[in-house]
C-alpha cells in the first residue's frame, strides 16, 4: 500500500485547476443504462472509484471505451441480458447503488447487491427501496442482493428523506427510474446537491422530462425512450474546497481554477468568518491566509449548507486556529475517525456525539497516520502540510478513490510531499470502500 511523506511547513502558492466531479461522474455513468445509444461522458477525473463503476457497468454488459488520458468515458449499452450487479464489485464503492434505478426502468429486473459498507458510519439504502416501490416496484432483499422487478414502473408522489433530511443517491436512483416510468412523478424532499443537477441536466439531454431541476420538488413526466448524450461533467466541489482549505491552513496564497464557487458559498462564508481573504470570479477563488485563524462553528448540512465532505478537512484547518470551533456533524454523526489520528499530531479534540470541540494548537507535529476514509484521509495530509516535521500517511489508496495525483500536484505548489510505494496492491484494492 502506497504511502504519503510529506514535510511540513511549506506555504501553498500558485494555481491548480480542478478536475470533473467524482460524485457527478459515477451516478451520469449509471444513467448509460438507460439508453441502448452511446453516452460520451467529458472531463472524467482519474480515479479509482471511476475505474470501479466501469467494472460494475461492464459487467452489466456495457460496452465502456475509457480514454484516460482525454478523460473521456464513451459507454454503450447494446446487450441488455445481465441484470445482477455482483457484491465483489459493489463492495468497493457506494456509488455503484445507482445502478438499481436504470435497470429496473429499462430491463424491468434488476439483482443488485447491498453496496460496500464505508467507514463514514451505517449507510441505509431504505430510501432507494422505498423509492423503487413507491414507483410500483416489487422487491425482495435475500443473501445481501435487492432483488426488483416490475414490468413498467408507475409515476407517484414520493417523500424521499430521513432524519439528515434528503439523500443525494437516492434521489438520483429514483430520479433516473422514474425517467421512463409511466405517468408523472412528483419527488418532494429532492436532494439539491450540484451533482444531482448536473445528473438531471444529463437525463434531460437524453430526452427526460424533469421540472423544477435544482429545486427540493422535481416533476418527472415519463417518456418511452432516452437516447444518447454528450456531456461534460461539473468541476468537483470538493477538490476545490479541499486545495481552498490547504491554502488556508499553510498560510498560502492559492487560486483554484475551473471551479464553480457558487457551489462552494458555504465554505467560503466560513474561511471569511475564519479571517481568509478568499476573492471569486465566475470560475475561480483565490484564497490568502493570515498567520493565525479565528476559531468558528460549523454544521454540516445538505447543500447549499456547509458539505459532510469538507467537515474533516475544516478540522484539520481549524486545530490550529485561536479559540475554540465548534463541529456539529448533522449527515454522518460518526464521521469522525481523522480526530483520533488528528491527536496523534497533537491536535487537542473532544468529541460529544455528533459534535467536535476543537482547541486550537500553536502547531501541529508531525507523526505517522493512518487513512481510513477518502475525505479523512485529505484532512490528514492537509494536517501534515501545515504541521513541524515529517508526517507519514498509511494506505493512500483511500485519497486515490477520489483526488487525482493529489500529490504531484500538491508538489507543484509547493509543497513537500512524496509517494512510496507499499505492500501489495491487492491488499489495498480489497480493503477500499466508500463513496
Ligand atoms: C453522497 O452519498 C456522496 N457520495 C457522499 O460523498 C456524501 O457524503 C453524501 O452524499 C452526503 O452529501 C456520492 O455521491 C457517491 P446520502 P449518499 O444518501 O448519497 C441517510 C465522498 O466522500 N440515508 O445523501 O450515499 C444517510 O445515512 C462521499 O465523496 C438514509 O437514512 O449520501 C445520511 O445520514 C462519502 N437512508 C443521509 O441520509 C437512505 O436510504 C444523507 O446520505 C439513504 C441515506
Same mark, same amino acid.
Given at each position: ?5 510529506i ?21 451520469? #455513468?449509471?444513467? $448509460?443504462?438507460l ?12 480515479l479509482?472509484?471511476?475505474? *470501479?463503476?466501469?467494472?460494475?457497468? %461492464? *459487467? ?9 488520458k +482525454? ?17 465483489? /464489485?459493489m ?12 435497470? /429496473? ?8 447487491? #447491498?453496496?460496500?459498507g464505508?467507514? !463514514? ?6 430510501l ?8 410500483? $416496484? ?18 407517484? =408522489?414520493?417523500?424521499?428523506? *430521513? ?17 421512463l ?14 451533482e ?12 427526460? +422530462? ?31 474546497? =479541499? ?6 491552513? =499553510? ?8 471551479? %464553480? ?24 477563488l483565490?484564497v ?7 476559531? !468558528?462553528?460549523?454544521t454540516?448540512?445538505?447543500?447549499p449548507?456547509?458539505? =459532510?465532505?469538507l +467537515?474533516?478537512?475544516? #478540522? @484539520? ?9 465548534? !463541529?456539529?456533524e448533522?449527515?454522518?454523526p ?8 488528528l ?12 459534535? @467536535? ?7 501541529l507535529?508531525g507523526?505517522p ?7 479523512g ?27 487525482e ?11 513537500? !510531499? ?6 501489495? +496492491?491487492?491488499?489495498? #484494492? ?6
Amino acid at each position: 500500500m502506497d504511502r504519503f511523506i510529506i514535510e511540513g511547513g511549506h506555504r501553498l502558492t500558485g494555481e491548480v485547476a480542478v478536475g470533473g466531479a467524482k460524485n457527478s461522474v459515477l451516478p451520469i #455513468m449509471a444513467a $448509460a443504462l438507460l439508453t441502448d445509444e452511446e453516452v460520451v461522458i467529458r472531463r472524467v477525473p482519474r480515479l479509482r472509484d471511476v475505474a *470501479s463503476q466501469v467494472k460494475v457497468l %461492464q *459487467s452489466l454488459g456495457a460496452r465502456v471505451l475509457h480514454d484516460e488520458k +482525454q478523460g473521456i468515458l464513451r459507454i454503450r449499452c447494446d446487450d441488455e441480458t445481465p441484470i445482477t450487479a455482483p457484491y465483489e /464489485l459493489m463492495k468497493t464503492m457506494r456509488a455503484s447503488i445507482c445502478v438499481l434505478g436504470p435497470l /429496473l426502468a429499462k430491463r424491468k429486473r434488476a439483482r443488485v447487491s #447491498m453496496p460496500g459498507g464505508c467507514v !463514514i458510519g451505517v449507510r441505509p439504502i431504505d430510501l432507494h427501496l422505498k423509492g423503487m416501490e413507491g414507483l410500483g $416496484a416489487t422487491l425482495d432483499v435475500r443473501a445481501g442482493y435487492v432483488e426488483a422487478s416490475s414490468p413498467r414502473l408507475r409515476g407517484n =408522489t414520493l417523500f424521499l428523506g *430521513s432524519s439528515a433530511g434528503s439523500t443525494v443517491l437516492g434521489t438520483a436512483n429514483v430520479v433516473m427510474a422514474a425517467t421512463l416510468a409511466e405517468g408523472e412523478t412528483l419527488l418532494e424532499n429532492a436532494a439539491q446537491e450540484p451533482e444531482v443537477v448536473d445528473l438531471c441536466h444529463v437525463l434531460a439531454k437524453m430526452g427526460a +422530462q424533469i421540472d423544477g431541476i435544482g429545486s427540493h420538488c422535481l416533476r418527472i413526466t415519463g417518456v418511452d425512450k432516452l437516447h444518447g448524450v454528450d456531456h461534460a461533467v461539473i468541476p468537483d466541489r470538493i477538490e476545490a474546497g =479541499t486545495f481552498a482549505i490547504a491554502a488556508a491552513m =499553510t498560510k498560502g496564497d492559492l487560486t483554484v481554477r475551473g471551479c %464553480q464557487p457558487r457551489d462552494l458559498l458555504a465554505l467560503i462564508e466560513r474561511l471569511r468568518a475564519a479571517g481568509c481573504d478568499v476573492a471569486t470570479g465566475a470560475d475561480w477563488l483565490r484564497v490568502a491566509a493570515p498567520r493565525r485563524l479565528r476559531p !468558528i462553528d460549523v454544521t454540516t448540512l445538505p447543500h447549499p449548507g456547509f458539505p =459532510t465532505d469538507l +467537515q474533516a478537512q475544516l #478540522m @484539520a484547518l481549524l486545530t490550529t486556529a485561536d479559540g475554540i470551533s465548534m !463541529i456539529h456533524e448533522r449527515i454522518y454523526p460518526d464521521r469522525f475517525i481523522h480526530v483520533a489520528e488528528l491527536h496523534r499530531m497533537g491536535a487537542r479534540i473532544r468529541k460529544e456525539g455528533a459534535t @467536535a470541540l476543537v482547541e486550537g494548537v500553536a502547531k501541529l507535529s508531525g507523526a505517522p497516520v493512518m487513512a481510513s476514509d477518502l475525505r479523512g484521509s485529505a484532512a490528514l495530509v492537509l494536517a501534515g502540510l501545515a504541521a513541524e516535521g515529517e508526517t507519514t500517511v498509511d494506505r493512500v489508496y483511500h485519497i486515490d478513490r477520489g483526488y487525482e495525483r493529489i500529490d504531484e500536484r500538491l508538489r507543484l505548489l509547493g509543497a513537500k !510531499i512524496e509517494r512510496r510505494a507499499g505492500e501489495s +496492491q491487492a491488499l489495498s #484494492m480489497a480493503a477500499g470502500a466508500g463513496g
